[in-house]
């Protein structure tokens, strides 16, 4: 039996992410969010993963290599989430750019390509003042 959605809000990130998400598992954004939410109420019910113990390795109170395999695998797919909004965020052209380093990264044909930063723009000169007569 279907069930009346209610209204909610989503922070930015989560409503791109679902809306990226749903487009490849042809899903509308709601039915995304709905499929995240259900796992989300199933991984907390399940005996195989403590929820307490993910959270205290996500926080950093607790080794990863003390959790079982169910809940590593959490553990991985947080980080990977993380990982990737960080990543979407960086543009570390600019931040070289802006500090004057110059930088090598592959370029698409697999070549070693170096960027220099741009010189400096030369100073303007002060305008001429007008004598007086």
Known sequence: MAT????????????????????????????????????????????????????????????????????QAVVRTHWDESLAATLATLNLADAFAAEGHRYAELGKDGQIQVTAPAPAPAPKAAPKKKRAR
């Open 4 to 71: 009346a959605a209610a209204p909610i809000r989503l922070d930015r990130e989560l409503a791109a992410a679902a809306r990226d998400a749903a487009q490849t598992m042809s899903r509308s954004v709601a039915e995304q969010v709905s499929h995240w939410a259900r796992l989300g109420r199933e991984l907390e019910r399940s005996p195989h993963v403590s929820v307490a113990q993910v959270q205290a390795v996500l926080r950093g109170d607790a080794p990863y290599d003390g959790l079982g395999v169910h809940e």
